[in-house]
C-alpha cells in the first residue's frame, strides 16, 4: 500500500527559508500536493505538482520532486509569522480498486519565531 | 455552495450513543472523501464516493461506521455506539476529478467528543 512520511516538527527565525520534507513509497503516483492546516481550520490546498515536473514554483514556495528518491519537498522563502501550522504532504494515486487514493502524510508542524 | 460545508462544527455525546455527521460537497464535484484526525495525528482515510460507482469503504475502522451519499451531492457519515477512541476531528473533502487532478477542497470539519 501506499504510505507517506513527513518529519514532525521544524522551528524557524521569521525572515529564514523553510524546507519541509516529504518521503512516499507509491511509484505509481500522478499527484503530489501541500496543505496547510491553521490551528482549528481545515485543510488548504497550498500547491500540487505532477509527476512528471521535478519543480514548481508559487511566489514564496517552490516544490522540488525528486521522482527516482520519491522525495518531495516544499520550501517557503522569507517565512513568516503567519505561516505557522502544520503542512501536510498528500499523493494521488489509482488503488487496485480503481479509487483514486488520496494519501496523507502526518504534517510537519511549522514553527516560526519572531 | 461556495466551499465544502460540514456539520456541525462540534459534537459532544455521551457513549454508546449514535451519531450522524453531514458534508455538503462543493456542487459539481463527483468525488467525496471522509477523513479522520486524531489530536495531533494525521488523516485517516475512512470512506471514498465517486459518481454512481459502489464506495470505497476500505478505511472504516469498524462495523459501527457506515456512510451514504443521497443524489450524488450531500453525504452523511453515521457512527453508532459511540466510544471515546472515536473522538476525532472528521473532515470531508470534495473534487472534481479532471484527469487524473484530484485537487481536494476540504470542509472545516466536525470535532466529535465523546464522554
Known amino acids: 500500500g501506499e504510505d507517506v512520511e513527513q518529519s514532525l516538527f521544524l522551528s524557524v527565525r521569521e525572515g529564514d527559508s523553510s524546507v519541509i520534507n516529504c518521503t512516499y513509497t507509491?511509484?505509481?503516483?500522478?499527484?503530489l500536493y501541500w496543505y496547510k492546516q491553521e490551528p482549528g481550520a481545515g485543510l488548504q490546498l497550498l500547491t500540487y505538482?505532477?509527476?512528471?515536473?521535478d519543480m514548481k514554483q508559487d511566489q514564496r514556495l517552490t516544490v522540488l520532486l525528486n521522482k527516482k528518491d520519491k522525495h518531495l519537498s516544499l520550501r517557503i522563502a522569507d517565512t513568516q509569522t503567519g505561516d505557522s501550522a502544520i503542512y501536510f504532504c498528500?499523493?494521488?494515486?489509482?488503488?487496485?480498486?480503481?479509487?483514486?487514493?488520496?494519501?496523507f502524510g502526518s504534517g510537519t508542524r511549522l514553527q516560526v519565531q519572531p | 455552495g461556495a466551499g465544502v460545508s460540514q456539520s456541525p462544527s462540534n459534537k459532544v455525546t455521551e457513549k454508546g450513543k449514535d451519531v450522524e455527521l453531514r458534508c455538503d460537497p462543493i456542487?459539481?464535484?463527483?468525488?467525496l472523501y471522509w477523513y479522520r484526525q486524531s489530536l495531533g495525528q494525521g488523516l485517516e482515510f475512512l470512506i471514498y464516493?465517486?459518481?454512481?460507482?459502489?464506495?470505497?469503504k476500505s478505511g472504516l475502522p469498524s462495523d459501527r461506521f457506515s456512510a451514504e451519499r443521497t443524489g450524488g451531492s450531500v453525504s452523511t457519515l453515521t457512527i453508532q455506539r459511540t466510544q471515546q477512541e472515536d473522538s476525532a476531528v472528521y473532515l470531508c473533502a470534495s473534487s472534481e476529478i479532471r484527469g487524473s487532478s484530484t485537487e481536494a477542497f476540504f470542509g472545516q470539519g466536525t470535532r466529535l467528543t465523546v464522554v
Open positions: 505538482i505532477f509527476s512528471n515536473m
Open positions: 456542487s459539481g464535484h463527483t468525488a
Open positions: 507509491d511509484s505509481s503516483s500522478t499527484y
Open positions: 498528500a499523493e494521488t494515486s489509482y488503488m487496485d480498486t480503481g479509487r483514486r487514493a488520496l494519501t
Open positions: 464516493f465517486q459518481g454512481n460507482s459502489a464506495p470505497d
